[in-house]
Nanobody, 119 residues
Framework: QVQLVESGGGLVQAGGSLRLSCAAS????????MGWFRQAPGKEREWLAS????????YYTDSVKGRFTISRDSAKTTVYLQMNYLKPEDTADYYC????????????WGQGTQVTVSS
């Protein structure tokens, strides 16, 4: 089992920045990939970014390219999401996830952290 705990959410004005953190514990050696997702009220969950744990390759959805950056600290088994130039439409609950595979679905999920961007 892998446990994930997100932190760093909050209220920020449009144009501002936030950095989300996701600390992993448990059988972290089994993780091959981690990702960030978000879900806004009334909308489906949206994939934002992924990082391959070994090697650090990153992938982004088009809507956040150039604004969001995913990174990891292997020593701390923590993944980050740096979010810049935030927009009101970025308001959502943000979740991190871990996968035992380098492609496909995710196996473990955090409880989420709320991000609110005011206009």
């Amino acid at each position: 089992q892998v446990q994930l705990v997100e932190s760093g959410g909050g209220l920020v004005q449009a144009g501002g920045s936030l950095r989300l953190s996701c600390a992993a514990s448990g059988r972290t050696f089994s993780m091959l990939r981690m990702g960030w997702f978000r879900q806004a009220p009334g909308k489906e969950r949206e994939w934002l970014a992924s990082i391959i744990w070994s090697g650090g390759s990153t992938y982004y959805t088009d809507s956040v390219k150039g604004r969001f950056t995913i990174s990891r600290d292997s020593a701390k088994t923590t993944v980050y999401l740096q979010m810049n130039y935030l927009k009101p439409e970025d308001t959502a609950d943000y979740y991190c996830a871990a996968s035992l595979r380098t492609t496909g679905g995710y196996d473990y999920w955090g409880q989420g952290t709320q991000v609110t961007v005011s206009s």
